[in-house]
Nanobody, 123 residues
């Protein structure tokens, strides 16, 4: 089992920045693929960014150039640096992990999920 705990959410004005963290515990491994997803009220959970165990990354078009995903395997922690935030980025942000994800953007392939952290961007 793997437990994931997100932190770093909050209220920020448009144009501001936040950094989310996701700490993994339990049967963790640097070979896990990890991702960030978000869900706004009344909407489906959507892909934001993901990082392969090799370090390669992929982003949703809506956040490309503004968000940066990274991981520190020594600390079992994944990060999401969010810059130039927009009101439409408001959502609950979830981290996810799985050792055998093939399609990093597909939320159904991730077995482990955190409880989520709220990000609210005011206009």
């Amino acid at each position: 089992q793997v437990q994931l705990v997100e932190s770093g959410g909050g209220l920020v004005q448009a144009g501001g920045s936040l950094r989310l963290s996701c700490v993994a515990s339990g049967r963790t491994s640097s070979n896990y693929n990890m991702g960030w997803f978000r869900q706004a009220p009344g909407k489906e959970r959507e892909f934001v960014a993901a990082i392969h165990w090799s370090g390669s990354t992929t982003y949703a078009d809506s956040v490309k150039g503004r968000f940066t995903i990274s991981r520190d395997n020594a600390k079992n922690t994944m990060y999401l640096q969010m810059n130039t935030l927009k009101p439409e980025d408001t959502a609950v942000y979830y981290c996810a992990a799985d050792p055998s994800v093939r399609a990093l953007r597909n939320r159904y392939e991730y077995h482990y999920w955190g409880q989520g952290t709220q990000v609210t961007v005011s206009s």
